[in-house]
């Protein structure tokens, strides 16, 4: 169990653990499960960033540093994924050329385009929010929670990757772990206010996933990085 939930920090956030230890395919599946609880205590350290600059900066410049904090946490890894899906569901003609447009690592004008939007939603929903600390808490477990679904329930398009390590060894018993921190969280923190986020991000999920499987035959690594930043967004909205 400790091997699964280093495993989980240790490929979503940019936390500094042993180098000596390297987690197996099997912890990599199993990581999956805790997924939520990660993105729990990403949510409470930018809630206790953004209260901490409550005390000297305006709402809209304190966002913005907010959002640098939120990106900088897992090395933006995610948010690369959302930019690398836009370009390459967007950009290509064919599920072959759009995976092949996925892997290139340069950005192009959907990629731009996407990305400057997502963070124009994130931005302006955090910044009006009358529940910024709800919000701040709940995003991020929902984003991950809905990335441990997703790569449960959907088909993987590559043979090989990290994310098919992950797909191929994680089960039933992952989804009902991070089911179980996500729902529990949500009802503790929020109430029925949690459980509309929690509905608004399995819809969000789902309808991305679907459309995503009528470009290219299967989600990949990009496609979870994607539904995490696209739910995220999703949430905040749900709380204003």
């Given at each position: 169990m400790l091997a699964s939930l280093l495993a989980a920090f240790q490929f979503l956030t940019i936390l500094p653990?042993?180098?000596?230890?390297?987690?197996?395919?099997?912890?990599?599946?199993?990581?999956?499960?805790?997924?939520?609880?990660?993105?729990?205590?990403?949510?409470?350290?930018?809630?206790?960033?953004?209260g901490g600059l409550a005390f000297i900066l305006p709402p809209g410049v304190r966002t913005v540093i907010l959002l640098a904090f939120w990106l900088m946490a897992h090395g933006a890894i995610h948010f690369d994924g959302f930019l690398d899906s836009c370009d390459g569901l967007f950009g290509g003609h064919s599920p072959d050329q759009r995976l092949r447009i996925m892997?290139?690592?340069?950005?192009?004008?959907?990629?731009?385009?996407?990305?400057?939007?997502?963070?124009?939603?994130?931005?302006?929903?955090?910044?009006?929010?009358?529940?910024?600390?709800?919000?701040?808490?709940?995003a991020p477990m929902l984003g991950r929670w809905t990335m441990a679904l997703a790569i449960v329930f959907f088909p993987?398009?590559?043979?090989?990757?990290?994310?098919?390590?992950?797909?191929?060894?994680?089960?039933?018993?992952q989804v009902l772990l991070a089911t179980g921190i996500t729902s529990l969280v949500a009802?503790?923190?929020?109430?029925?206010?949690?459980?509309?986020?929690?509905?608004?991000?399995?819809?969000?999920?789902?309808?991305?996933?679907?459309?995503?499987?009528?470009?290219?035959?299967?989600?990949?690594?990009?496609?979870?990085?994607?539904?995490?930043?696209?739910?995220?967004?999703?949430?905040?909205v749900s709380l204003l």
């Open positions: 653990l042993p180098r000596r230890w390297q987690p197996s395919a099997a912890d990599l599946g199993r990581a999956v499960g805790w997924f939520p609880l990660v993105g729990l205590v990403l949510g409470g350290g930018l809630a206790v960033v953004d892997r290139d690592h340069r950005v192009g004008a959907f990629a731009v385009a996407g990305g400057g939007l997502l963070l124009l939603l994130k931005y302006s929903a955090l910044t009006v929010s009358s529940h910024r600390i709800l919000a701040l808490l709940l993987y398009a590559r043979d090989q990757g990290l994310g098919r390590a992950m797909k191929d060894h994680a089960r039933w018993p009802w503790s923190l929020a109430g029925w206010t949690g459980a509309i986020a929690l509905v608004v991000a399995l819809l969000t999920m789902f309808f991305t996933a679907f459309f995503i499987q009528t470009r290219i035959p299967g989600l990949t690594g990009d496609s979870y990085g994607a539904i995490n930043e696209l739910v995220e967004a999703m949430v905040l």
